[in-house]
């Protein structure tokens, strides 16, 4: 009669189910680091920008250059800084110099996330220039502080490409004074006094 015989020890039984053990923990590992790979390639595809630098695209055309980088706090507040400098001229005065605009962005759209959707905004300006009066030439200089609140809608086209448009009032109190000392006199309504904030700005969004 003979006799089948299986002579494991406990030494090749641990072996074995030690191997066995590291085998499927590397596939395990394969198939978790896969996962994440295409969880985070689907995130990065749908995950929304959140800055957007932006320049307003009317402005050229009063010899100004203005431009403006907003960043999305969470999914209903933005922080913007708007910035300009101009040569422009208007009522028989020259302004040269720059103005900047730091504004807190409330988005209100229940459908969007910050920074796409309709919004409110109530903003500070400082401004700061030097003046030429074009009929005498005669010089000075105008510094302006004041806000005001906007309302407006941002749209993010392919969640790159944006539009922003707003309309809102403004106030900015300033004195101009002459460079001599003299009585020149200055047309600065254009700049400072009650006013109209306003514009259509062109950005890419990432």
Do not use: C
């Amino acid at each position: 009669m003979h006799t089948l015989a299986f002579d494991f020890s406990p030494d090749d039984l641990s072996l074995k189910f030690y191997s066995l053990t590291i085998h499927m923990m590397k596939k395990l590992m394969r198939s978790a680091l896969l996962a994440a790979g295409v969880l985070g390639s689907l995130y990065t595809a749908h995950a929304q920008s959140q800055t957007v630098i932006k320049a307003n695209i009317f402005s050229p055309l009063v010899r100004t250059g203005n431009f403006a980088i907003e960043r999305a706090l969470n999914e209903n507040h933005s922080f913007q800084v708007g910035f300009y400098f101009t040569g422009f001229k208007a009522d028989g005065t020259r302004f040269n110099g720059i103005g900047v605009t730091p504004e807190y962005r409330f988005y209100l759209s229940d459908s969007k996330d910050a920074p796409a959707g309709f919004y409110v905004a109530p903003f500070l300006r400082y401004q700061n220039f030097k003046l030429t009066s074009v009929g005498s030439g005669g010089g000075g200089t105008l510094s302006t502080f004041g806000g005001g609140v906007t309302a407006g809608y941002q749209v993010l086209l392919k969640d790159r490409i944006a539009f922003d448009f707003f309309l809102g009032p403004s106030y900015n109190a300033g004195t101009a004074k002459a460079n001599d000392g003299s009585t020149e006199s200055f047309s600065t309504n254009l700049f400072s006094g009650f006013g109209l904030r306003t514009g259509i700005t062109f950005g890419i969004a990432f």
